[in-house]
C-alpha cells in the first residue's frame, strides 16, 4: 500500500511538472507572460473587490494591460460633491407650486428630528428605480426614505423630472416610503404614501462618477416629514472600468 502512494505521489509530481512547463512555455508565447500576470490580477481583485465586480467587467478588453494600482484608482469612488455644501432646513408644505428647491445639501426632518441623508441611491427592479435617501447604516439605518419610480430595468432617467401634487390621484404619484426606527432592539417601522403628498424631482444627467439632482418632499404624516435639497448619486463602479477618460 505503501509503495503504490509513493508511485501514485512520485506520477502526480511529473504530471504537475509537465504542466508548469507547458504553462510557462505557453506564458513566454504571449509577452513573457504579461497575460498570465494580468489574469492572476483579476482573480486577486475579484476575490477582494468589496463590491464583487464580475470577472467578466474586469476582464474587459480596455482594461488589458493595466497595473493594479491603475485599476484600483478607477473603482475608488470620488467625492460627492454636494458633500461640501452646507445642510438645508426646508420649511413643511403641501403647496408644491409655490415651493422653490434652496441651493444645499439635502437634509430635513423625519419623525419630528433632523434628518441628516448620508447616503443615496438608486437601485433598479423589475418593474422600478428605487431612489433612497438614507440616514445610519444598512437595516439599522436611523431614517430613510423611498421613492418607487416606474421604470424597466434598462430605461435611462436622467434628465427627467417628477411633480406631485397633493391633489394627484394614486395612479398619476409615485409611491413613496418612510422606513424610521424607534427602538434599535426592535425592527424598522414603515408607511407607504401613495398620494397626498407634495414633490418635486429632477434626475440630471450623469457628470464624471455622479449623477447630480434636486427634490423637495412634504408627506401629510402627524411629524410634517419633509426633505430638500441637492444629492448626488454615484455611478456603479463597474461603469467607470474602462472608461477612456480614465
Known amino acids: 500500500m505503501v509503495v503504490a502512494m509513493y508511485f501514485g505521489f512520485k506520477q502526480a509530481g511529473q504530471w504537475q511538472a509537465g504542466f508548469n512547463k507547458k504553462t510557462d512555455e ?22 477582494t473587490d468589496p463590491d464583487k465586480i464580475g ?22 469612488p470620488k467625492p460627492d460633491p454636494t458633500l461640501a455644501m452646507p445642510l438645508v432646513r426646508p420649511t413643511w408644505t403641501l403647496d408644491v407650486a409655490n415651493t422653490s428647491m434652496a441651493k444645499g445639501r439635502v437634509s430635513g426632518t423625519s419623525g419630528g428630528t433632523n434628518f441628516n441623508v448620508e447616503t443615496v441611491r438608486l437601485d433598479r427592479t423589475a418593474s422600478s428605480a ?22 424597466n430595468p434598462t430605461e435611462n432617467l436622467a434628465g427627467r423630472s417628477w411633480t406631485v401634487t397633493k391633489e394627484a390621484k394614486a395612479k398619476d404619484a409615485l409611491q413613496v416610503v418612510r422606513k ?12 407607504t404614501f401613495y ?52
Open 195 to 246: 398620494n397626498g403628498y407634495a414633490l418635486k424631482l429632477d434626475l440630471d444627467e450623469t457628470t464624471g462618477d455622479w449623477q447630480p439632482g434636486r427634490i423637495f418632499l412634504a408627506l401629510p404624516d402627524t411629524n410634517q416629514t419633509v426633505l430638500m435639497g441637492e444629492f448626488g448619486i454615484a455611478v456603479p463602479r463597474q461603469e467607470l472600468i474602462g472608461r477612456p477618460d480614465d
Open 130 to 151: 428605487v431612489l433612497t435617501f438614507q440616514e445610519g447604516v444598512g437595516t439599522s439605518a436611523d431614517h430613510e426614505l423611498f421613492i418607487y419610480i416606474p421604470a
Open 55 to 76: 470577472a467578466a467587467q474586469a476582464r474587459s478588453h480596455a482594461n488589458l494591460g493595466r497595473s493594479r494600482a491603475e485599476i484600483l484608482e478607477a473603482l475608488k
Open 26 to 47: 505557453m506564458a513566454a508565447k504571449t509577452g513573457g507572460g504579461e497575460m498570465g500576470h494580468v489574469a492572476n490580477l483579476y482573480q486577486v481583485l475579484d476575490a
Open 180 to 191: 424610521w426606527t424607534v427602538n434599535p432592539r426592535f425592527g424598522p417601522v414603515s408607511k
